[in-house]
C-alpha cells in the first residue's frame, strides 16, 4: 500500500522484515541516530538513496523533513515514478550497456523506487543488470564507475581487514558476494572491474528472494590482475600489480573469512567467478568450516540439474538411459558434474554407475584415460576410448543423450556436432550455458533449426522465442537467479551455520517442480523469470527445513516456515 500523507520516512537501516509501512518507518528528524540538524536536512534526505522518495514525498513530510521548495510542487506515486522510468527506459532508444547505467543511477538516488520497478518487470529489467549485459558493463567499469557501492578489501590492507570491513555502514549484514575478478563469466581477468558482479548477484538477492538491500554487502577481493591491458589502462580502479602468488592469496582470504566472522558473524559468503584453480581448493577448504558456497560451482549445478530434470520429462527417458556430456572442464562443468552423480547417488544409482554417465570434452579433446594432461577433477570420469579431438567425432565415441556447454568457446556446438546428437537421438538435449551471449557455443535458433526442431534446449544467456516450421519454442534460460537468491533466504530464516551440498539438491528438485505442462509444452525447462520470486519464497523454505533438519540451524524451528520466510521479505512500496 503507497505510504499516505501521515506516514513519517522509513530511517536508514530500521530493519523492515514483514512489517507494514506504518510499522516500519519513523521519523527522520527524532529517531536516535538520525539527522537532528534542522540546516540541510532535507537536501541530506534527498541525496541518500535509502532515504530519498523523489516527487512521492507527501506535503506534510516536505513541511517537517525540509523538503519545500527542494522538489517541483506536484507529487507523483511510486506507481506513477515507476511508469515515467519504463518510458524513459523503453524509448530512449539507448543500447543496453546505457539502459544499465541508467538502472543503476536510477538505484544510486532512489533504492526503494529501483527495486520496485525491478522486482515488478524482472523480466526486462534482469537482462540489463545481469546476464548478458553485466558482461559489457564489467569489461566498461573504470570507465562508467561514478558512486562507490560495496567495499574493497585488497592485497595493502593485510592485518587490517576487519578495520575495513567495520567502515561499511551496516551492522547486520546476512548476504556477502565476493570475486577477485580472475574469471568474469566467460571474459577471463577484469581484475577490479568485476565488481560488477557482486553488486548485479546481490541486485538479483533483493529483487528475486526479498532480501533487504541493507543486508547485502559486495565485496571485491583486490589482488592485482595478470591483465596487462587493465594495469596501463590509466582509469583503472584497480591494484596495478600481478595477482599474488597461492601464498600469500590464500593467507589473505583466510583473513578476508576470519573478518567476516568477526564482524558479520551471522553472514553468509558468496563466492563468485574465481579461477578454477581457487575455486574448487577455498570451496573445500572452507565450506565445512564457515557458511560459505561457490555459485558458479554449486547455483549453476543446481540450474542445470533442475533444467535436466525437465527435460528428461519431455523425453520421457529416464536417468539410467542417460549419458551427459560436459563441454569445458572449468569449476561450472565439474561442479555440475559432481552434483549430477551426488544426485543419481542418492537415488539409488552406483556412484560408479553414474560416474559412467558423464563425460568431459575440454581444450584438448575428449578425456580418455591414458591421455596427457588431464585435470585432477576430471580424472575420475576419463573413458576408455580412443582419443577424439574434435566435437562431433566426442559425440559419435561417448554417444551422450544430453550435451553441457559451460566452454567460454562460441559456436562450439556447430551444425556437425548438433547434427551428430539428432542422429543418436529422437530428441537431443543441448544446453550451450556459456554466457555472455557474445560466449554462447551456440544459439537457440540454431539448435532447433540444426536439429530439425527436436532439440530440448536451455540456455545461458536469454534468447527469443524462435519460431521453426510452424511450431514456437520458448528456450528459456538456465539463470542462477533461479537458484541462490531463495538459498540465502532459506540460510536467513534458519540462521544456518553452513550451506550443506544437499540444499543445492533440494533447490533443484524444487525448481524442476515449478515447470508445468504448458511450459514444456513449448520447451520451456524453467518458469518464467517472472515467477522468480514465488520460486525463491519456495526453495527458501525447503531450504530452512533442511538447516533444522540437519542440525545447522541457529534460529529455532517455527510452527510454520513459510510464515517465517515471508516476514523476512523486503517491501520496496512506499
Known amino acids: 500500500?503507497?505510504?499516505?500523507?501521515?506516514?513519517?520516512?522509513?530511517?536508514?537501516?530500521?530493519?523492515?522484515h514483514g512489517q507494514s509501512d506504518a510499522g516500519r518507518v519513523a521519523d527522520a528528524s527524532q529517531a536516535p541516530g538520525a539527522i537532528t540538524d534542522p540546516r540541510g536536512?532535507?537536501?541530506?534526505?534527498?541525496?541518500?538513496?535509502?532515504?530519498?522518495?523523489?516527487?512521492?514525498?507527501?506535503?506534510?513530510?516536505?513541511?517537517?523533513?525540509?523538503?519545500?521548495?527542494?522538489?517541483?510542487?506536484?507529487?507523483?506515486?511510486?506507481?506513477?515514478?515507476?511508469?515515467?522510468?519504463l518510458a524513459y527506459l523503453r524509448t530512449t532508444g539507448a543500447g543496453d550497456l546505457d539502459k544499465h547505467i541508467a538502472l543503476m543511477g536510477l538505484s544510486e538516488r532512489n533504492e526503494r523506487l529501483f527495486f520496485r520497478v525491478v522486482q515488478d518487470h524482472l523480466e526486462e529489467a534482469v537482462p540489463l543488470l545481469y546476464t548478458p549485459t553485466v558482461g559489457e558493463a564489467c569489461k566498461a567499469f573504470a570507465h562508467i564507475y561514478q558512486r562507490p557501492r560495496g567495499l574493497y578489501l585488497t592485497a595493502d590492507d593485510k592485518g587490517r581487514m576487519a578495520d575495513v570491513l567495520r567502515n561499511w555502514r551496516e551492522s547486520?549484514?546476512?548476504?556477502?558476494?565476493?570475486?577477485?575478478?580472475?574469471?568474469?563469466?566467460?571474459?577471463?581477468?577484469?581484475?577490479?572491474?568485476?565488481?560488477?558482479?557482486?553488486?548485479?548477484?546481490?541486485?538479483?538477492?533483493?529483487?528475486?528472494?526479498?532480501?533487504?538491500?541493507?543486508?547485502?554487502?559486495?565485496?571485491?577481493?583486490?589482488?592485482?590482475?595478470?591483465?596487462?591491458?587493465l594495469r596501463h589502462d590509466p582509469l583503472y580502479l584497480g591494484l596495478r600489480q600481478p595477482r599474488l602468488p597461492p601464498d600469500e592469496y590464500d593467507a589473505l582470504f583466510a583473513e578476508f573469512v576470519a573478518a567476516v566472522g568477526e564482524v558479520f558473524?551471522?553472514?553468509?559468503?558468496?563466492?563468485?567467478?574465481?579461477?578454477?584453480?581457487?575455486?574448487?581448493?577455498?570451496?573445500?577448504?572452507?565450506?565445512?568450516?564457515?557458511?560459505?558456497?561457490?555459485?558458479?560451482?554449486?547455483?549453476?549445478?543446481?540450474?542445470?540439474?533442475?533444467?535436466?530434470?525437465?527435460?528428461?520429462?519431455?523425453?520421457?527417458?529416464p536417468w539410467r538411459e542417460q549419458r551427459v556430456l560436459f563441454v569445458g572442464a572449468g569449476s561450472a562443468a565439474t561442479g555440475i558434474c559432481d552434483l549430477l552423480v551426488e544426485s543419481l547417488a542418492r537415488d539409488g544409482l552406483d556412484e560408479a554407475e553414474a560416474r559412467r554417465r558423464c563425460?568431459?570434452?575440454?581444450?584438448?579433446?575428449?578425456?580418455?584415460r591414458g591421455r596427457e594432461r588431464v585435470s585432477e577433477e576430471t580424472a575420475p570420469y576419463a573413458l576408455d576410448l580412443p582419443e577424439v579431438s574434435d566435437?562431433?567425432?566426442?559425440?559419435?565415441?561417448?554417444?551422450?543423450?544430453?550435451?553441457?556447454?559451460?566452454?567460454?568457446?562460441?559456436g562450439l556446438f556447430d551444425r556437425s556436432t548438433v547434427c551428430a546428437m539428432a542422429a543418436l537421438n529422437e530428441r537431443p538435449i543441448?544446453?550451450?550455458?556459456?554466457?555472455?551471449?557474445?560466449?554462447?557455443?551456440?544459439?537457440?535458433?540454431?539448435?532447433?533449426?540444426?536439429?530439425?526442431?527436436?532439440?530440448?534446449?536451455?540456455?545461458?544467456?536469454?534468447?527469443?522465442?524462435?519460431?521453426?516450421?510452424?511450431?514456437?519454442?520458448?528456450?528459456?534460460?538456465?539463470?542462477?537467479?533461479?537458484?541462490?537468491?531463495?538459498?540465502?533466504?532459506?540460510?536467513?530464516?534458519?540462521?544456518?551455520r553452513g550451506v550443506p551440498q544437499s540444499m543445492f539438491l533440494t533447490a533443484a528438485r524444487v525448481?524442476?517442480?515449478?515447470?508445468?505442462?504448458?511450459?514444456?509444452?513449448?520447451?520451456?525447462?524453467?518458469?518464467?523469470?517472472?515467477?522468480?520470486?514465488?520460486?525463491?519464497?519456495?526453495?527458501?523454505?525447503?531450504?530452512?527445513?533442511?538447516?533444522?533438519?540437519?542440525?545447522?540451524a541457529r534460529e529455532p524451528e517455527p510452527s510454520d516456515v513459510g510464515a517465517l520466510v515471508r516476514s523476512l521479505v523486503y517491501d520496496p512500496t512506499y
Open 172 to 229: 547486520d549484514v546476512r548476504v556477502i558476494v565476493v570475486t577477485d575478478g580472475e574469471r568474469i563469466l566467460g571474459l577471463g581477468d577484469l581484475g577490479a572491474n568485476g565488481m560488477g558482479i557482486p553488486i548485479g548477484k546481490l541486485i538479483l538477492y533483493t529483487a528475486c528472494a526479498g532480501i533487504d538491500p541493507a543486508r547485502c554487502l559486495p565485496v571485491f577481493f583486490d589482488v592485482g590482475t595478470d591483465n596487462d591491458e
Open 41 to 85: 536536512l532535507g537536501v541530506r534526505i534527498l541525496h541518500d538513496p535509502k532515504l530519498n522518495k523523489g516527487t512521492a514525498f507527501s506535503e506534510d513530510e516536505r513541511e517537517r523533513l525540509g523538503l519545500r521548495g527542494l522538489l517541483p510542487p506536484h507529487r507523483l506515486t511510486q506507481d506513477e515514478q515507476v511508469a515515467k522510468f
Open 359 to 368: 563425460a568431459f570434452f575440454d581444450s584438448r579433446g575428449l578425456v580418455v
Open 511 to 552: 525448481l524442476a517442480e515449478t515447470v508445468h505442462e504448458d511450459d514444456l509444452a513449448q520447451g520451456s525447462l524453467y518458469p518464467p523469470l517472472a515467477q522468480v520470486r514465488e520460486v525463491s519464497l519456495a526453495i527458501a523454505e525447503a531450504v530452512a527445513r533442511d538447516a533444522w533438519a540437519a542440525g545447522l
Open 265 to 317: 558473524p551471522r553472514a553468509m559468503i558468496q563466492c563468485e567467478d574465481f579461477a578454477k584453480r581457487n575455486a574448487r581448493r577455498l570451496l573445500e577448504a572452507y565450506r565445512e568450516r564457515v557458511c560459505l558456497f561457490n555459485d558458479d560451482m554449486q547455483g549453476t549445478a543446481a540450474v542445470a540439474l533442475a533444467g535436466l530434470n525437465s527435460a528428461l520429462r519431455i523425453t520421457g527417458l
Open 391 to 410: 566435437l562431433a567425432g566426442a559425440v559419435r565415441a561417448f554417444g551422450p543423450t544430453a550435451l553441457v556447454g559451460v566452454s567460454g568457446q562460441a
Open 1 to 16: 500500500m503507497p505510504m499516505n500523507d501521515s506516514q513519517p520516512l522509513p530511517v536508514p537501516g530500521r530493519a523492515t
Open 430 to 496: 543441448l544446453f550451450p550455458l556459456s554466457n555472455p551471449t557474445s560466449k554462447a557455443e551456440c544459439s537457440a535458433g540454431d539448435a532447433y533449426a540444426w536439429s530439425e526442431g527436436r532439440a530440448v534446449v536451455a540456455t545461458g544467456s536469454p534468447f527469443a522465442p524462435v519460431e521453426f516450421e510452424g511450431r514456437r519454442f520458448v528456450p528459456r534460460q538456465g539463470n542462477n537467479a533461479y537458484i541462490f537468491p531463495g538459498v540465502g533466504l532459506g540460510v536467513m530464516a534458519s540462521g544456518a
